[in-house]
């Protein structure tokens, strides 16, 4: 009985700490941390991720003899302050890039969920109870999973984002200046989350027709910063990463990709957030534009906004806020329907823990162009990497002085990496994933190189190319000319 009545001491202690907004941000940056955690403990030799390999890791070892403001301004247009920080990491810890890595990601995850549920909390107004559930089906949503999986920068952009829509939602004297701080940090993180958070300001002043003015003030040093990163760049942005997300597999397929990965990502919260919909023009803001941006792909390449299938995994966030709504509405708090609840809820975290773990994975099931398979992956298979360096020691040792090798997207951070005498004798040139390599070879054409090499897939045709070397599942291949 004595033990009996301590546990249930523990448990009112425990809950009523939970019930503190203090207890509730320990818990959500804790289970993030461990959940995005997982596949970094399980793949200890590399950190997992696509962009992690293919973009960081390559820039984090080519920090060495630069300076901050070379690292700023090397960067600036890629979003300079994950990358800044990244060198603060590297120097002041000494640490390999990897290691960072596997670190930074998990910390990311777990303070995004924390951001999260302030917002709801301070930002939307939301009770206790229904903030703390949204918070919770947020962490476990395969949606935000995929996005701490590599896109680091984004994951530290919606930090900003949120905290800039906690300061507008406040009443504190100075939430302008925070919001313009918050704003010019998003910008400055990831230009295209930036957008998220001009949008859901500009949209909440104007449709609730309040502070339309110190709104629009507070945004023009984030509008700046965003203005000088993406307008000198913007028209070619704008038609070649649209154009190539058409030309690649075509029209029918870019649309097809875009309801795919709408549907795997939300086919099982689709009905909740359907019947929690309501009137909140700061969420709704967010969500019109989240919709319009992802599937603008159905209009064709010229009115698509680039990046479909960034704005629609975004869209998990007001879309946890809108279930817990649904749920509130069709009484799911109370009675016998809490089981309903209670299966919802442990159906989104086994899928979660799954998805983190690689142990099981519905989205593999359903192609799709972004939404990985699960968290343990990379950019190659990890039986891959090994046969990968194999071929580039080949390339060190016999590749001519004054060539080029070629490497689709997902060989590129590889290569950098491996390859000892990148960008010294021997040019890497990369080319879009899932592309033929002609583009890169008219490049390698009109640089004049003296021999031309690619790495691929063993036993694969390639055009003009004969395999020279082979390792296993990778190859090196040569250019011999088009027949």
Known sequence: MNRFLSLRVLGVRVLGFLRRDAGSCLLFFVVGLILRGVPELLVSWYPVGYETVTYYAPAMLGFAGKGLGDVFVGFFRAGPLFYVLMWLAANVSGAHPFLILKVVGPVLYGVLCVSFFVFLRRGLGLGWRLAFLASLLLVFQVAAL??????????????????GLTALRSESRGKWGLLAVFGVLAALSREYVAVVLFVSVLGYAVLEKRDRV???????????????????????LWAGVVGLEFAVRGYLWVVQDAFVIFLVCYLVLLPFVLSGLRRDWLLGSMSVWLLVAGFSVVAGSFLSVPGYQRWLMLLVFPFCVYAVWGFERLGLFSGRRVWVLVAVFSLVVLVGLGYSSGSFSYVGHVPNSYVAVGLKGSSISWDQVDDVRAVLGWLDEHAVV???????????????LYLERAGEDVAVIAYAAGSAPSVALEQAGRDGFSRVYLVWFSGRSVDGFAAVFSWRAVSVFEFVGLV
Do not use: C, K, Q
């Open 214 to 236: 110190w709104s629009l003030l507070a945004l023009v040093p984030g509008f700046a910063v965003f203005g000088i990163m993406v307008f000198p760049v913007l028209p070619g």
């Open 402 to 416: 004054d060539s080029a090798v070629l490497v689709e997207e997902r060989f590129y951070g590889w290569t950098l």
């Open 146 to 163: 995929r996005e701490s999986w590599d896109r680091f920068r984004t994951v530290l952009g919606l930090v900003f984002v949120f905290g």
